[in-house]
Nanobody
Framework: VQLQASGGGLAQAGGSLRLSCAAS????????MGWFRQAPGKDRELVAA????????TYGLSVKGRFTISRDNAKNMVFLQMDSLKPEDTAVYYC?????????????????WGQGTLVTVSS
């Protein structure tokens, strides 16, 4: 499966952005999907992940309550709604797919990665 993330850009603190991940090459209905981010000089970290049927979600502690992951398997799309943005949310955001029913929180479990989209939050 190939993944293409989009929707990044510049936002002010307290604002919102919505990231999209478009999949091709396979239907994502059998994949757990995740959003990860990596800031300069830091490790890649989980932002959010969702089960193949969308019934289960998990979030990184720093974004819980502010970000929402969702998916539309019919359209082969995954979304990340980011609200109440903070400057520390500035990072490159990656979409990832894992052929499994189990939702993993670690990046090394994911087999397929998109190219990343940059989110910059100004104070």
């Amino acid at each position: 499966v190939q993944l293409q993330a989009s929707g990044g850009g510049l936002a002010q603190a307290g604002g919102s952005l919505r990231l999209s991940c478009a999949a091709s090459g396979d239907n994502i209905g059998g994949y757990a999907m995740g959003w990860f981010r990596q800031a300069p000089g830091k490790d890649r970290e989980l932002v959010a992940a969702i089960s193949p049927d969308g019934s289960y979600t998990t979030y990184g502690l720093s974004v819980k309550g502010r970000f929402t992951i969702s998916r539309d398997n019919a359209k082969n799309m995954v979304f990340l709604q980011m609200d109440s943005l903070k400057p520390e949310d500035t990072a490159v955001y990656y979409c990832a797919a894992d052929w499994t029913l189990v939702v993993h929180r670690t990046s090394y479990e994911y087999d397929y990665w998109g190219q990343g989209t940059l989110v910059t939050v100004s104070s």
